[in-house]
């Protein structure tokens, strides 16, 4: 009997809509003719409204290729260009293109945030899972990712959450000492979690009053949010949102390194500002108006002519004949050898994206011990390493040459090396520190020592590391670099001669 009902107020509401669109046409309005078929009935609908009520959402979707083209169209293109990757498609999905019922549809039983909407079952947020109905090898990459897992990684590592606790905390002076209190929820999503993501809930239903009145929808929790390891509320980890935004997915806007530097920012993950220093980023800069930022696949020198984050982590890059250098991933560690970016020490890439499973010999859930010994176990082999690190130099040796591309690693190497000298001599220190009673050690976070051994490897070592690997050299001297490294070490060492 339910379904039957929905159906009499799909139509009723149809109609309602329909007069609506005509009293805008007698009025002087014209239907969009930009707007190619076939356009599902439910989409349909669902325009009519929305080109009132959220004009900018339609017209942006009006710009993007699911406005253009069918799942069945896609698939019938080369497999270089094709930008679909199930090879099987729902039959009901196939002729139309992807619009706000297609996206907005999927998978409604796994979906707690599905409700009744003017006649339709609709879920608020799209998620991966829904994605992966075209996108099925992405979504899959993607999955095994730590980007897939920043939310897990940050709160199930007691280590890394109690750091993030300790960066997020207020803090007020209390009887001459000072103490940390719990920062909100909202407060705590605009920080760390604002990257990272939190875990979208629904709450139960609630009332809003809009520009069409009254209206019924779910009462989520930690909304909105974009964070790269979302938990939405069909379970999926992710949001594809992070670098395609919504409604347009523009593959151009994933390409550009504006997209990344919305979290790898400094301080303490600079590859923004490196790469605005290095000469990659100069070329970008300076020709990025000319470049063709939507071909599949993206061919080297043709299409552009420095590389972009994409071009270096995830893209399908071509020679300009099409000969594949590299094949597209939405992993964006899997040409990744080395991770610059670790908890006291650089290390390994890890075996999966979830860090938090992993325990050094000390018994901590770190990928090394204080001493810096690597938690082999959880930590991908030398051989593993080595054909990252030949994947990755493919990209490179398009433009250079071997002795250039080989020569470059070398520094890298040397300078990772020597970074995590300086993390070990700060680390000696801070040990000595706990041991000497100068400070707590069941929080190596929240203490001035240790906020300055934070910002040795935090900051400045990652600095230092980044700029060497990208090239932007006034980051591994002066701006975070081996300038701040000295002085900083410095500065430990005085607090553990002043203190006793």
């Not at 690997?469 to 002066?478: E, H, I, K, S």
Request: a negative charge; glycine letters at 4%.
């Amino acid at each position: 009997m339910i379904p039957f009902i929905n159906q009499i107020l799909r139509y009723i509401t149809y109609l309602v809509l329909l007069f609506v669109y005509a009293a805008n046409t007698l009025a002087g309005e014209e239907w969009p003719v930009s707007m190619p078929p076939p356009i599902s009935e439910q989409s349909q609908v669902c325009i009519l409204c929305h080109k009132n009520y959220t004009p900018g959402i339609v017209e942006d979707w009006l710009k993007s290729r699911h406005s253009k083209t069918t799942p069945e169209l896609a698939l019938k293109m080369p497999p270089l260009e094709r930008r679909i990757s199930s090879e099987v498609i729902p039959e009901t999905l196939q002729s139309t293109v992807v619009g706000c019922y297609e996206c907005h549809s999927l998978n409604a039983s796994a979906h707690k945030d599905n409700f009744e909407h003017f006649g339709f079952m609709i879920n608020v947020i799209v998620s991966p899972n829904d994605c992966k109905v075209c996108h099925s090898v992405e979504v899959d990459q993607y999955s095994v990712s730590k980007k897939a897992h920043a939310l897990e990684n940050l709160q199930q590592n007691p280590l890394y959450h109690t750091f993030g606790e300790a960066i997020t905390s207020v803090r007020e002076m209390k009887d001459g000492k000072i103490i940390s209190l719990n920062s909100s929820e909202h407060t705590k999503a605009e920080t760390c979690y604002a990257c990272h993501g939190t875990a979208v809930t629904v709450k139960g239903m609630k009332k809003i009053f809009s520009k069409m009145g009254e209206i019924d929808v779910p009462d989520l929790a930690n909304w909105p949010n974009q964070g790269v390891g979302r938990i939405n509320p069909d379970g999926s980890l992710g949001a594809c949102t992070s670098c395609h935004p919504r409604h347009n997915f523009s593959i151009e806007v994933a390409r550009k390194p504006y997209t990344c530097s919305q979290c790898h920012i400094e301080p303490d993950v600079p590859a923004f500002e490196v790469y605005k220093e290095s000469k990659h980023g100069n070329i970008f800069f300076s020709k990025q108006h000319e470049w063709n930022w939507n071909n599949v696949p993206w061919r080297v020198g043709k299409d552009f002519q420095a590389p972009t984050c994409a071009t270096c982590h995830n893209s399908l890059i071509t020679t300009p004949d099409n000969k594949v250098i590299v094949s597209r991933t939405h992993d964006f560690g899997a040409r990744l050898w080395v991770r610059l970016f670790g908890l006291i020490y650089s290390h390994p890439q890890p075996k999966n994206g979830e860090t938090y499973l992993i325990n050094n010999k000390d018994g901590l859930p770190l990928p090394t011990t204080y001493t810096g010994e690597p938690s082999s176990e959880y930590l991908i082999d030398k051989s593993e390493q080595l054909r990252r690190q030949i994947e990755m130099e493919k990209v490179c040796q398009s433009c250079h040459n071997t002795d250039w591309v080989n020569q470059h690693f070398v520094k890298l190497d040397s300078t990772i090396a020597e970074t995590d000298m300086m993390c070990l001599s700060a680390t000696q220190l801070l040990q000595k520190a706990w041991n000497e009673g100068l400070a707590d050690p069941s929080n190596p976070f929240d203490e001035t020592i240790e906020r300055l051994w934070i910002k040795q490897w935090f900051f400045y070592a990652n600095s230092v590391r980044y700029a060497s690997a990208m090239g932007g050299y006034d980051y591994a001297t002066f701006k975070n670099g081996w300038w701040e490294l000295t002085a900083n070490l410095l500065e430990i060492f005085k607090l553990t001669q002043n203190q006793k």
